[in-house]
């Protein structure tokens, strides 16, 4: 058998700096362009989807040791020889403010003028040493290191840490010791036409640190000198004459590596060559470009025993991960490949070519989410020491977020894995069923590196998931003709079809052009996507015009659906087709598009266009065309929508009132258009009318008053609207929504067809179907009155003459927001306006349009207020009193009065006096600080005279509460808090109405409260020898004893538990005090509780000590009490008062002073008695 020689690689080409590489490079910029003239074997990749011409057969002898398991061997090979990533070459310009000046030295001719000079350069070819050929002159000239120096010291330490670095990292993909790079000798070019070629051997010698070459070629003005570098079938092409005298450029190339030079065709050009050097010490890690032969060879024999497999153990298939990530795009291909990625493709085409095998490119995503928690984050009760509440941990609440770094995965991810796309090797989409695993892959796992994107997707506060993201790009490889290859279809075309056609110039469509064009086409019908349309109509047309060929454009045509929505081509696109090919040639599929495409929006405007066309080119067929096109499409309208109305008024008042009457009506009333179309359609007819008369004016005026008329008589007193829902199976379908628009729509119609006076209808309408019905119960019918406030009101502004006809509608306003109704007409309950801040403050705009405060004084009484709460009528009184304080009215004392006296009534004196939060107030506090609330809310409305009916709803204990309880508990605290604000507005208690009532406060007290005094059951001499007065508990429990308090708890380890029972002992059970061990909790808690006979006469005394405080913060009881002054001094001093009880009746026989009648009407001047 015959010593197999490899096929040639494909040659992957890098070429940069070609005379037409067109704008600059800027500054840092690697250049890359590609040279027409160089072959590459990529750029003509078959396309596997393509027809084929009938190939060859090669007859290849069965292998003598064929490989055994394919996908194994294939993976070594790729590890043995293509492995490596760097470039053979590499090349890069810099400006001359991106490199510095070497300020070249050369001995024997001093500093050499950069960039170049000619004489400079004569002199250094004087100074310097010819190269020769036997092929004649060479017009070179080298000059050794020796002679040459850089007086600036910027040079050298540039090319080392910059120009070298970045050539060394393009070379160099791993990580060995990055090079050195040792000045070898000064090269300079004159004007010949030699072609130089040289190729360095690569040194077995581990002495030899040299790798590579780097050339410097320094600024200096020349053209020639295309230089091309070679290695394994990669071609580099290169030339750096464009800007040459205004450029650094550097060459970098490894040993190895054929240099062609061709020769300078003018000026001169001078460079410096470099050796890169690799450190001896790290000998064993020098790069150098492999050896391909042998891996070559590998691959040859595993694909050739692939094919000739007859065991059916071959895989059907094999996806190879490549080395490097490539973005998805349009422009995907097999040139895309860089590094070890190219190395492999290259070598891995031609023997996949010549064992007929499929190359496919894919990108795949692997989508990996993990759960995870913070374990170190506790919630929920009791999480911290045992005594439940918050706890903390790192320095953060429970309740504070917590760091992403503070999760843990929890367990092994959940793996999703997907082949987002897969191209052909000119990067054509195609379609292809594969049973992949990301564990099918070889040359490396998936998720080798980091990846792509991560996010932690919280769910709880500790709990959440993580997603990791991995996209990578693959390899396919299988044998044509195969299971798997006949499954091949088109994929997604449309970017790489329509990108292909837009970048081609033939005015021929080449084979290729035209099967791209049949599988575009193909694929528009078999993969539709509605949105690349237009795109793809635009490019088949401008290949159609570039090839002219109308056939090709008539096609698309029908197969984008352009027939059926002319918007696909746009209404230039019509005008381009018909320059280019003529109007007999479109005329037929111009009359379907009008006769299929529904929108008459589209087809009016394609008319327009091509009357306009018609008009410009002169072509009265055309125009002719159009006139009988308009004429049928207005008597056959199709679906109308609101964005056909301007053009739809334009060309029915063009014909006149009895047309448009006549004709378009019928067919708009035939469609059951909604109040969406009629109303703009209307306005839009009535503006049209008034700056363009059409004839027949009065017959035009009779439409828009017939059709307002009917608009308003078929709109709901309060409208709904259905809303869709896009979750109509889960969640119940449509739902019904409040349609308050569709009101001002309506009135705004009439305002602007001149028919207000139909407003008062709708108004009515509004007005009676509140009092009787019907209406949505879920919507009453003060929030559409709440909405359209504000609205009608600006309107109102804008528009002259409203504020009259619009008064009846505010006046209702005010009565349905008021209304406490929790009832509709039809029984069904509703909710009334909550007279919310905002509410509030529509009441008062709504009042003042309506007519200002005598509005309020009709629809504010005391039946339509009596449902709502106490902070409700607070808020509306203060809003009302900041609107209209300022005329200080009969009208406006009188809505004051009621609004106070109302909220007054309301006051739930139940909860009010259990103190924490109420809805009386609003707010939390003790009963003393929201009863003050009230008392300071009169003050505040300026209704001071209403306090004596507000302090008479204090007086009465709540049912189940006693007299007693209720003077001490809630109205003797309340006293003082009383006095104090008092004395802030210049009053004291010996005024009524607060006389009378701290009058029955303290009465009430004396006689409810202080009881006869009761018998000491355990002295204090015997309740101070409680405990063993050593530990803190023990006093604890003795001051407890000897205080009035009636219990005490204990939360304490067993071990002080028991301490304590057993100081009580036997004393516990004799005096009657009860002991009760509570298990709820850490630690258990101890209760201990006195028998009421114990905290009888501590009570008592508490008592007594309160009712002195009582008559001291009258002030002067006597004057307060009056003749029951002197009963209720002894009750609480268990003594007569000090002054004559002759004084005593002087004092209460003086007059008390009386508050004024209120305005709401007098009250009955009674003194307040606790019963």
């Given at each position: ?894 809505v004051l009065a009621t609004l106070v006296c109302t909220m007054i009534d309301r006051v739930d004196t139940a909860a009010l006096f259990k103190g924490g939060y109420s809805y009386a107030t609003y707010s939390y506090g003790s009963p003393s600080e929201q009863m003050l609330s009230l008392v300071k809310f009169c003050f505040e409305v300026g209704a001071q005279n209403q306090c004596q009916r507000l302090l008479l709803r204090f007086v009465p204990p709540p049912t189940g509460v006693t007299v007693a309880k209720h003077v001490s508990d809630v109205l003797a605290p309340f006293l003082p808090v009383l006095k104090q604000y008092l004395a802030t507005q210049n009053l004291d208690l010996r005024t009524d109405p607060y006389r009378m009532f701290a009058a029955a406060v303290v009465k009430g007290f004396a006689e409810h409260v202080m009881t006869a005094k009761p018998t000491e059951m355990v002295s204090a001499a015997q309740l101070a020898t409680v405990g063993c007065g050593m530990c803190a508990e023990c006093r604890e429990l003795r001051a407890f004893f000897l205080s009035a308090r009636e219990s005490i708890a204990f939360s304490r380890v067993q071990a002080i538990r028991t301490h304590l029972e057993r100081q009580l002992g036997g004393v516990a059970r004799t005096w009657g005090v009860q002991l009760a061990t509570l298990r709820h909790g850490s630690p258990h808690t101890l209760q201990i509780t006195k028998p009421p006979s114990m905290t009888a006469l501590g009570q008592w005394n508490a008592n007594t000590q309160t009712g002195k405080s009582l008559l001291q913060t009258l002030g002067d009881p006597a004057t307060v009490l009056g003749a029951d002054y002197p009963v209720v001094y002894a ?41």
């Amino acid at each position: 058998m015959a010593t197999f020689a490899p096929p040639p690689p494909a040659e992957v080409i890098d070429i940069a700096d070609s005379d037409d590489e067109g704008p600059t490079a800027s500054s840092g910029t690697t250049m890359r362009q590609e040279n027409p003239k160089a072959a590459n074997i990529i750029d003509e990749f078959d396309s596997d989807l393509e027809d084929e011409e009938e190939e060859k057969h090669v007859e290849h002898k069965p292998l003598i040791s064929p490989s055994v398991d394919i996908k194994e061997e294939f993976e070594n090979a790729l590890q043995d020889g293509f492995e490596f990533d760097g470039a053979f070459a590499y090349s890069k310009r810099y400006e001359m403010s991106a490199a510095p000046n070497p300020c070249l030295n050369i001995d024997g001719l001093g500093a050499v003028g950069i960039p170049l000079s000619e004489r400079d350069a004569r002199a250094i070819i004087a100074a310097s040493t010819p190269v020769t050929s036997p092929s004649g002159d060479t017009g070179s000239w080298e000059m050794p290191s020796d002679k040459v120096r850089f007086d600036n010291p910027a040079w050298d330490v540039w090319l080392q840490k910059t120009a070298g670095s970045e050539a060394s990292t393009a070379l160099i993909s791993s990580n060995a010791v990055r090079p050195s790079f040792a000045l070898k000798k000064l090269v300079i070019h004159e004007k010949s036409s030699f072609t130089s070629r040289r190729k360095d051997p690569i040194s077995d010698d581990e002495s030899d640190t040299k790798i590579g070459d780097l050339i410097a070629i320094l600024p200096g003005l020349f053209d020639g000198a295309n230089l091309q570098l070679r290695h394994a079938g990669q071609v580099k092409s290169l030339n750096f004459a464009h800007q040459s005298g205004l450029s650094t450029s550097i060459v970098a190339a490894y040993s190895g590596v054929e240099h062609t030079l061709a020769g300078v065709s003018s000026g001169y050009r001078l460079s410096l060559h470099y050796d890169i050097v690799q450190p001896i010490a790290h000998a064993m890690y020098r790069p150098m470009l492999p050896e391909m032969q042998g891996a070559t060879h590998k691959l040859h024999n595993i694909l050739l025993s692939w094919k000739q497999d007859a065991s059916g153990q071959a895989p059907p298939y094999i996806a190879c991960l490549l080395q490097h990530k490539y973005i998805q795009n349009s422009n995907f291909k097999g040139k895309s490949l860089t590094g070890a990625d190219a190395l492999l493709l290259s070598h891995l085409y031609p023997l996949a070519r010549d064992l007929k095998f499929r190359i496919y490119l894919a990108h795949v995503e692997l989508n990996v989410s993990t759960s995870c928690s913070a374990p170190g984050y506790h919630g929920g009760y009791g999480g911290f020491g045992g005594y439940g509440g918050y706890g903390r941990r790192r320095g953060g609440w429970l309740d504070d977020e917590v760091d992403e770094d503070e999760f843990e995965e929890d367990d092994e991810g959940e793996e999703e894995f997907y082949v987002t796309s897969v191209v052909d090797l000119r990067g054509m989409p195609v379609s292809v069923d594969l049973d992949l695993e990301a564990d099918d892959l070889v040359n490396g796992a998936i998720k080798d590196g980091d990846a792509d994107s991560s996010e932690l997707d919280r769910m709880e506060r500790t709990s959440a998931m993580r997603i990791e993201i991995y996209k990578r790009t693959v390899l396919f490889l299988w044998p044509k003709d195969g299971e798997i290859d006949r499954k091949v279809n088109v994929g997604d075309i449309y970017d790489y079809a329509c990108n292909a056609l837009r970048t081609s110039l033939s005015v021929e469509p080449t084979k290729r052009e035209k099967q791209l064009v049949d599988k575009l086409m193909r694929c528009c019908q078999t993969r539709r996507q509605d949105a690349k349309l237009p795109l793809v109509m635009q490019v088949l047309r401008e290949s159609a015009d570039r090839w002219n060929d109308v056939q090709v454009l008539l096609r698309a045509l029908k197969v984008c659906g352009v027939d059926k929505n002319t918007d696909l081509m746009g209404l230039e696109g019509f005008v381009s087709a018909y320059q280019a090919f003529g109007w007999d040639a479109l005329k037929e599929f111009y009359t379907d598009a009008m006769k299929n495409d529904e929108s008459n929006a589209r087809r009016h405007a394609l008319l327009a266009r091509l009357t306009k066309m018609g008009m410009e080119e002169q072509d009265a067929e055309v125009l002719a065309w159009c006139n009988e096109q308009a004429e049928s499409r207005l008597r056959s309208l199709g679906k109308v929508d609101a964005t056909q109305i301007p053009w739809l008024v334009q060309l029915g008042l063009s014909r006149g009132g009895e047309f448009l009457r006549d004709v378009i009506f019928p067919q708009l009333q035939a469609q059951k258009l909604e109040k969406t179309f009629w109303i703009p359609f209307l306005q839009q007819l009535q503006t049209s009318m008034q700056g363009a008369p059409t004839t027949s004016p009065q017959v035009v005026r009779g439409l828009i008053v017939q059709c307002v008329t009917e608009t308003v008589r078929n709109l709901a007193a309060f409208p709904t609207k259905t809303i869709k829902s896009p979750y109509a199976s889960h969640h119940g379908g449509d739902r019904e929504e409040k349609d308050s628009g569709a009101i001002v729509e309506v009135i705004k119609l009439c305002v602007e067809t001149k028919n207000e006076g139909l407003c008062t209808s709708i108004f009515a309408k509004m007005r009676e179907a509140t009092q009787k019905g019907p209406f949505n119960a879920t919507f009453p019918p003060w929030i559409y009155y709440s909405e359209l406030c504000s609205s009608l009101n600006t309107y109102m502004q804008t528009v002259p003459g409203l504020s009259v006809p619009f008064q009846p509608f505010f006046s209702d306003a005010v009565a349905a927001m008021v209304s406490s109704a929790r009832k509709a007409p039809d029984g069904k309950p509703i909710t009334p306006c909550p007279l919310s801040d905002t509410h509030h403050a529509t009441v008062v705009l709504a009042a003042k349009a309506a007519g200002g405060i005598a509005v309020l004084q009709q629809r504010l009484t005391a039946a339509t207020l009596q449902g709502h709460d106490t902070r409700t009528l607070q808020g509306l009184t203060r809003c009302i009193k900041n609107a209209f304080s300022a005329q200080g009215s009969a009208a406006y004392n009188r809505v004051l009065a009621t609004l106070v006296c109302t909220m007054i009534d309301r006051v739930d004196t139940a909860a009010l006096f259990k103190g924490g939060y109420s809805y009386a107030t609003y707010s939390y506090g003790s009963p003393s600080e929201q009863m003050l609330s009230l008392v300071k809310f009169c003050f505040e409305v300026g209704a001071q005279n209403q306090c004596q009916r507000l302090l008479l709803r204090f007086v009465p204990p709540p049912t189940g509460v006693t007299v007693a309880k209720h003077v001490s508990d809630v109205l003797a605290p309340f006293l003082p808090v009383l006095k104090q604000y008092l004395a802030t507005q210049n009053l004291d208690l010996r005024t009524d109405p607060y006389r009378m009532f701290a009058a029955a406060v303290v009465k009430g007290f004396a006689e409810h409260v202080m009881t006869a005094k009761p018998t000491e059951m355990v002295s204090a001499a015997q309740l101070a020898t409680v405990g063993c007065g050593m530990c803190a508990e023990c006093r604890e429990l003795r001051a407890f004893f000897l205080s009035a308090r009636e219990s005490i708890a204990f939360s304490r380890v067993q071990a002080i538990r028991t301490h304590l029972e057993r100081q009580l002992g036997g004393v516990a059970r004799t005096w009657g005090v009860q002991l009760a061990t509570l298990r709820h909790g850490s630690p258990h808690t101890l209760q201990i509780t006195k028998p009421p006979s114990m905290t009888a006469l501590g009570q008592w005394n508490a008592n007594t000590q309160t009712g002195k405080s009582l008559l001291q913060t009258l002030g002067d009881p006597a004057t307060v009490l009056g003749a029951d002054y002197p009963v209720v001094y002894a009750r609480i001093h268990h003594t007569s008062p000090p002054v004559p009880l002759a004084s005593a009746s002087q004092t209460m026989n003086v007059a008390p002073k009386h508050a004024a009648p209120t305005a709401a009407g007098p009250l009955v001047a009674k003194k307040p008695r606790v019963i």
